[in-house]
């Protein structure tokens, strides 16, 4: 079994920073693709970036330049640096993860909790 535990989320005023970690657990023998997702109230959840193993990043056009994701890969951690915040960003962000439990397993999507992030002043 594997857990992704979120932490960071919270309130801040607009233009402000906020720090999102996940941290993934349990059985795992290696973890690929990790990302993070947001859902806002009456909408779908969507992409917001994610990471390879070898660091390759991919972002919404909607936060580039504003987010940075980065990784541990010795603690299987994902990262989330959200600066120059905007009401619209406002959403239960989510932390995602690929992970193989051998080395010739497939790999298995595992999905956070999810952290409320609000932007208002």
């Known amino acids: 079994q594997v857990q992704l535990v979120e932490s960071g989320g919270g309130l801040v005023r607009p233009g402000g920073s906020l720090r999102l970690s996940c941290a993934a657990s349990?059985?795992?023998?290696?973890?690929?693709?990790m990302g993070w997702y947001r859902q806002a109230p009456g909408k779908e959840r969507e992409l917001v970036a994610t990471?390879?193993?070898?660091?390759?990043?991919n972002y919404a056009d909607s936060v580039k330049g504003r987010f940075t994701i980065s990784r541990d890969n010795a603690e299987n951690t994902v990262y989330l640096q959200m600066n120059s915040l905007k009401p619209e960003d406002t959403a239960v962000y989510y932390c995602?993860?690929?992970?193989?439990?051998?080395?010739?397993?497939?790999?298995?999507?595992?999905w956070g909790q999810g952290t409320q992030v609000t932007v208002s002043s």
């Open positions: 995602n993860a690929d992970v193989r439990f051998g080395p010739l397993s497939r790999r298995t999507s595992y």
């Open positions: 349990g059985s795992i023998f290696s973890v690929n693709t």
């Open positions: 990471i390879t193993s070898d660091a390759s990043t």
